[in-house]
């Protein structure tokens, strides 16, 4: 069964770093597309981050450019996104997503269940 699961999560305070993961399990990441998104509550899911599954340079929502790093590990089957000087207005529930077609896809064909970041003093 294909299956994303990502970690990492939590609260940190302003300007705080966290590190989230995202493993697979049940396919081989190598052929997909992956993208990181998030959703506050009473807003629409938005797309943050994205990589292609040829590593090519990746893509950033222009909010977050220079401060969240997407990257993936084909060998270990996982995807990252480090975020560093988190914004309250960034709390959210993050998601990763994979299509085999779509690069930055609005809707990727499948999803993990999220984690929750919380950016409080």
């Known amino acids: 069964q294909l299956q994303l699961v990502e970690s990492g999560g939590g609260l940190v305070q302003p300007g705080g770093s966290l590190r989230l993961s995202c493993a697979a399990s049940?396919?081989?990441?190598?052929?997909?597309?992956i993208g990181w998104y998030r959703q506050a509550p009473g807003r629409e899911r938005e797309g943050v981050a994205c990589?292609?599954?040829?590593?090519?340079?990746?893509d950033y929502k222009d909010s977050v450019q220079d401060r969240f790093t997407i990257a993936r590990d084909n060998a270990k089957n996982m995807v990252y996104l480090q975020m560093n000087s988190l914004k309250p207005e960034e709390s959210a529930v993050y998601y990763c997503?994979?299509?085999?077609?779509?690069?930055?896809?609005?809707?990727?064909?499948?999803w993990g269940q999220g984690t929750q970041v919380t950016v409080q003093g």
């Open positions: 990589i292609s599954n040829d590593n090519a340079r990746p």
């Open positions: 049940g396919f081989t990441l190598d052929y997909y597309h």
């Open positions: 997503a994979a299509d085999p077609n779509t690069y930055c896809s609005r809707k990727p064909a499948y």
